[in-house]
């Protein structure tokens, strides 16, 4: 198993970990290949050309601009998000950009990144293709990647290998499917998340993986903090409201014993925040994506506010037992919207929730991956249709939805010994032929769905 917790896991922006997460990291792998190759001096010119679902959706889920930041030297990890559209609006009046921060290159943004949302190259829906050329015009370089879900990216070379592009280092309990899983738990006693640390410990010390995770859990928890303190409305030509702050507010407010739906509110507010923050393009983990960014730390937030004992052990291994279940859906279907539509990433995130938060309530091995299958079983055929190419409608409220969906698979699970008729394996395949049979117009396209039906206005 190559896969960590820290790939399911990683700091970016938004709109969307595979339209502008993958493409800003594609764009600096490709300068760091023509810098590794001395190309870099005599580069005079580069053009990107977007494929496929990227291409259809490329402006709005923020594609060109992430393109021309990857370029100028930024990682999505360590790019400001308040200084990253001043500065692709500083390449697009000047025409100029700073390739890798040290070569300035003539650039237009309309002319040198090219959408071209109908054609598809053969691996992925989301693919591009990067060519460098010299002053007399002449290609100096030109490359192939595919943004493959998550902020993944892969280029031929990883293609041909049939390997993600992690490190391969041996891990103490290898795993790509859920009765593999479960096997290595019988055989060793541990917990679910017991076994990932036990893998993550193959790459870095338990301290240095604690710390990592707790990181994460704080760049979460200052999304939800921005999430639900910022009004107004979001970017793109819906003007969608932001809904997070005044909900909190009514929360605050409140006065009197709460009602039976108090705990579900908090968990729609955690999640509407984190998802208002990634359709702003501002700072959040992907969880597997950002598109489905909200679920994972929305169940987390409910688990440290109205469950007793939740400390920053009970955090870790709540990321660490969402981790492995994301594990089994990189390796055997897709998080990728594109690829097999919202059940790949709303639906791999519910499980994810669902899992890690039955881990926490005292489940087995068995009732985590109970719960895990619950909570993909019954978002099986969701499609991704975002209205206008946004990452807003309805992808928003439905973080929300699913979030409160993985907590009753987890207490559902709970209620039960593990024993149950639909594997989470045979799920995860279920997801993945379904994806195959959908249509292009249902995977983040915006040409089907709500995407046809609301007109952007």
């Given at each position: 198993m190559t896969i960590s917790v820290f790939d399911m896991f990683s700091v970016g922006v938004g709109p969307s970990s595979s339209h502008t997460v993958g493409p800003m990291r594609?764009?600096?792998?490709?300068?760091?290949?023509?810098?590794?190759?001395?190309?870099?001096?005599?580069?005079?010119?580069?053009?990107v050309e977007l494929f496929g679902s990227l291409g259809a959706t490329g402006q709005g889920h923020g594609s060109v601009t992430a393109v021309a930041l990857g370029l100028a030297g930024y990682q999505p990890q360590l790019v400001d998000p308040h200084r990253a559209q001043p500065l692709v609006d500083a390449v697009r009046a000047s025409g100029r950009l700073d390739l890798g921060g040290v070569r300035e290159i003539a650039?237009?943004?309309?002319?040198?990144?090219?959408?071209?949302g109908t054609k598809r190259l053969d691996f992925h829906t989301n693919g591009m293709v990067f060519t460098a050329r010299d002053a007399d015009g002449a290609v100096l370089d030109e490359h192939?990647?595919?943004?493959?879900?998550?902020?993944?990216?892969?280029?031929?070379?990883?293609?041909?290998?049939?390997?993600?592009?992690?490190?391969?280092?041996?891990?103490?309990?290898?795993?790509t499917t859920g009765d593999e899983l479960l096997a290595v738990t019988r055989r060793t006693g541990l917990s679910i998340a017991g076994v990932m640390l036990e893998n993550e410990l193959c790459?870095?010390?338990?301290?240095e993986v604690r710390a990592e995770l707790l990181h994460i859990w704080s760049v979460m928890q200052e999304c939800v903090e921005r999430g639900t303190t910022t009004g107004g409305t979001l970017p793109g030509g819906l003007k969608v409201r932001r809904r997070a702050a005044t909900l909190r507010a009514h929360l605050e407010s409140a006065t009197g014993e709460p009602d039976a739906f108090h705990a579900m509110e908090w968990v729609t507010l955690y999640a509407l925040a984190v998802n208002e923050e990634n359709a702003a393009g501002g700072r959040v983990v992907t969880a597997p994506t950002n598109g489905a960014a909200g679920i994972v730390p929305a169940v987390l937030h409910y688990a440290t506010r109205f469950l007793p004992g939740i400390d920053d052990d009970a955090v870790v291994r709540f990321l660490l037992t969402a981790g492995a279940i994301g594990v089994l859906f990189k390796e055997n279907a897709s998080i990728s919207g594109a690829e097999v539509g919202c059940q790949g990433e709303v639906g791999s995130a519910c499980a994810m929730a669902a899992g890690a938060l039955a881990e926490?309530?005292?489940?087995?091995?068995?009732?985590?991956?109970?719960?895990?299958?619950?909570g993909i079983e019954h978002n099986l055929g969701l499609t991704c249709d975002p209205v206008g190419g946004l990452v807003q409608i309805p992808c928003i409220e439905r973080n929300a939805v699913a979030s409160i969906k993985a907590i009753t698979a987890a207490r559902m699970a709970c209620h039960g010994d593990g024993v149950h008729h639909v594997s989470l394996d045979k799920a995860i395949t279920t997801m993945r032929e379904t994806g195959a049979d959908m249509k292009d117009e249902y995977k983040e396209t915006s040409r089907g769905g709500l995407a046809l039906n609301i007109v952007e206005c």
């Amino acid at each position: 198993m190559t896969i960590s917790v820290f790939d399911m896991f990683s700091v970016g922006v938004g709109p969307s970990s595979s339209h502008t997460v993958g493409p800003m990291r594609a764009a600096y792998r490709f300068v760091t290949r023509l810098t590794d190759a001395g190309l870099l001096p005599r580069t005079a010119g580069v053009r990107v050309e977007l494929f496929g679902s990227l291409g259809a959706t490329g402006q709005g889920h923020g594609s060109v601009t992430a393109v021309a930041l990857g370029l100028a030297g930024y990682q999505p990890q360590l790019v400001d998000p308040h200084r990253a559209q001043p500065l692709v609006d500083a390449v697009r009046a000047s025409g100029r950009l700073d390739l890798g921060g040290v070569r300035e290159i003539a650039f237009d943004l309309d002319d040198d990144v090219l959408l071209s949302g109908t054609k598809r190259l053969d691996f992925h829906t989301n693919g591009m293709v990067f060519t460098a050329r010299d002053a007399d015009g002449a290609v100096l370089d030109e490359h192939e990647y595919y943004s493959v879900g998550g902020g993944f990216v892969l280029d031929a070379t990883e293609i041909a290998r049939d390997a993600l592009p992690e490190d391969d280092t041996p891990v103490a309990h290898p795993f790509t499917t859920g009765d593999e899983l479960l096997a290595v738990t019988r055989r060793t006693g541990l917990s679910i998340a017991g076994v990932m640390l036990e893998n993550e410990l193959c790459r870095r010390t338990e301290d240095e993986v604690r710390a990592e995770l707790l990181h994460i859990w704080s760049v979460m928890q200052e999304c939800v903090e921005r999430g639900t303190t910022t009004g107004g409305t979001l970017p793109g030509g819906l003007k969608v409201r932001r809904r997070a702050a005044t909900l909190r507010a009514h929360l605050e407010s409140a006065t009197g014993e709460p009602d039976a739906f108090h705990a579900m509110e908090w968990v729609t507010l955690y999640a509407l925040a984190v998802n208002e923050e990634n359709a702003a393009g501002g700072r959040v983990v992907t969880a597997p994506t950002n598109g489905a960014a909200g679920i994972v730390p929305a169940v987390l937030h409910y688990a440290t506010r109205f469950l007793p004992g939740i400390d920053d052990d009970a955090v870790v291994r709540f990321l660490l037992t969402a981790g492995a279940i994301g594990v089994l859906f990189k390796e055997n279907a897709s998080i990728s919207g594109a690829e097999v539509g919202c059940q790949g990433e709303v639906g791999s995130a519910c499980a994810m929730a669902a899992g890690a938060l039955a881990e926490l309530i005292g489940a087995s091995p068995e009732q985590v991956e109970n719960a895990a299958e619950i909570g993909i079983e019954h978002n099986l055929g969701l499609t991704c249709d975002p209205v206008g190419g946004l990452v807003q409608i309805p992808c928003i409220e439905r973080n929300a939805v699913a979030s409160i969906k993985a907590i009753t698979a987890a207490r559902m699970a709970c209620h039960g010994d593990g024993v149950h008729h639909v594997s989470l394996d045979k799920a995860i395949t279920t997801m993945r032929e379904t994806g195959a049979d959908m249509k292009d117009e249902y995977k983040e396209t915006s040409r089907g769905g709500l995407a046809l039906n609301i007109v952007e206005c």
